[in-house]
């Protein structure tokens, strides 16, 4: 378990921003999709870390600067997301959404930045929906090589409460997560600002 001192702060996360962002700006011209994810917005960026403690340190230090939108069990651990009040700056993009993992007591986690999520705006919202879009937005890219490279997943999460679906597709690049998915997570668990 991680000392209470050693656990990452707020200040900490926003300080790895810069960096996060030269990763997913390096994953992005990896794929070769840079142009177009400039045009996309990213909804939320997911934070990791290895265990409950942190999690539990972190969540306190987050509803000082945003609100708990959503907070219930998807895949069989609990997600938080929050709405922060300031958006969160990555290069062209600028996000209000953070999620919180609890993590999976199987898995282990670098802690920080893990992951974003990009709207495929006018996808259905369905996974055919959303495989429909990307293919249609990334015309270069390949589903069997991405599958073969990078980690290529689809996924539905299911939680109790969401007010849509949230089919999904998901990359790794280069240890940066990489998600596409038709609606916002906002709107996904029913918050309205």
């Known amino acids: 378990m991680t000392n209470h001192t050693n656990q990452i702060s707020w ?4 300080g790895n921003i810069e960096p996060f962002t030269r990763k997913l700006f390096s994953a992005l011209t990896e794929l070769g999709i840079l142009e177009q994810c400039q045009k996309l917005s990213i909804d939320h960026i997911c934070v990791r870390l290895e265990d409950v403690a942190s999690v539990d340190h972190l969540k306190q230090q987050l509803v000082k600067v945003g609100q708990i939108i959503s907070s219930i069990p998807v895949n069989g651990r609990e997600i938080i997301i929050f709405q922060l009040s300031q958006a969160l700056d990555l290069g062209p993009w600028h ?33 055919n929906g959303v495989r429909q879009a990307f293919k249609n937005t990334f015309l270069k890219l ?18 109790a409460g969401d007010q849509t679906p949230n089919p999904t597709i ?16 906002q709107a ?3 918050f309205q600002a």
Request: net charge negative; glycine share 8%.
């Open 188 to 190: 996904v668990v029913g």
């Open 142 to 159: 390949d589903k069997d090589q991405l599958a073969a490279e990078y980690a290529y997943r689809e996924d539905e999460p299911q939680a």
């Open 11 to 14: 200040v900490a996360l926003q």
């Open 170 to 185: 998901s990359l790794k690049v280069n240890g940066i997560g990489l998600k596409f998915h038709a609606r916002p997570i």
């Open 95 to 127: 996000t209000y959404g953070v999620e919180l993992p609890y993590p999976k007591s199987s898995h282990s986690y670098a802690d920080g930045w893990e992951h974003v999520e990009f709207v495929l705006a006018g996808a259905e919202n369905t996974m």
